[in-house]
């Protein structure tokens, strides 16, 4: 089975710190993503990688970073928290098979990020 | 981003009833995908659809691709409390378009 391991189930920061939320799978997946989910907007991608050092913005990228220095890990980078960025963040990976955008996302349990 | 419609948003149904929800999009995909989201937990995927036509079974689930590559349809038999939960379609294209969520309730 795909296991995918985010590093905390809750996390509280606040206003202005920078916020790391860590991402692990162990299935040698290539594509991996992050999403956040709120009430009424469903899932929304934030960011992708197809490649470790390899990123590409999704559809609300802006206050985020992301960085893959390895294949198994990616990280979420709040680079200066806001109110407005509480929210459950979802990390997913899946397999690349060519097209790329075919095989099924495999989702961690979610991390809810409160920033005060 | 797109969003998929998906029908219908929320639903009380009894013990033991069948139940059936739907994805409509105005744009084909090339797979259609049915996950299930528990209260604080992540989505798990139930069941994964690749061609046209292609009607999948998972235990009382069972999930259809349609034929115009536009619709995808999840029915689950004789559902019981543990069904409860949110269910996502989703579809991919060039990228993952998620749908807007059915919500399961289950009463005794």
């Known amino acids: 089975d795909v296991k995918v391991t985010q590093s905390s189930r809750y996390l509280v920061k606040r206003t202005g710190e920078k916020v790391f939320l860590e991402c692990v799978q162990d299935?040698?997946?290539?594509?991996m993503f992050w999403y956040r989910q709120d009430p009424g907007l469903g899932l929304r991608l934030i960011y992708f990688?197809?490649?470790?050092?390899?990123?590409e913005k999704g559809d609300i990228p802006e206050g985020y970073s992301v960085s893959r220095e390895k294949k198994e890990r990616f990280s979420l980078i709040l680079e200066s928290a806001s109110t407005n960025q509480t929210s459950m963040y979802l990390c997913?990976?899946?397999?690349?098979?060519?097209?790329?955008?075919?095989?099924?996302?495999?989702f961690g349990d979610g991390t809810r990020l409160s920033i005060l | 981003g797109q969003q998929l419609n998906q029908s219908p948003q929320s639903m009380f149904i009894q013990e033991g009833e069948d139940v059936s929800m739907n994805c409509t999009s105005s744009?084909?995909?090339?797979?259609w995908l049915w996950y299930k989201q528990d209260p604080g937990e992540g989505p798990v995927l139930l069941i994964a659809?690749?061609?046209?036509?292609e009607l999948t079974s998972n235990g009382r689930l069972t999930a259809q691709f349609g034929i115009t590559r536009k619709d995808s349809f999840l029915n689950i038999s004789a559902s019981i409390p543990s069904d409860v939960g949110i269910y996502f379609c989703?579809?991919?294209?060039?990228?993952?378009?998620f749908g807007t969520g059915t919500r399961l309730q289950v009463t005794l």
């Open positions: 997913a990976s899946s397999l690349w098979v060519g097209s790329g955008s075919n095989q099924p996302q495999h």
């Open positions: 299935m040698d997946h290539e594509n």
């Open positions: 990688s197809y490649d470790v050092k390899m990123k």
């Open positions: 744009s084909i995909f090339n797979t």
């Open positions: 659809l690749y061609k046209a036509g």
């Open positions: 989703a579809g991919t294209a060039s990228k993952l378009t």
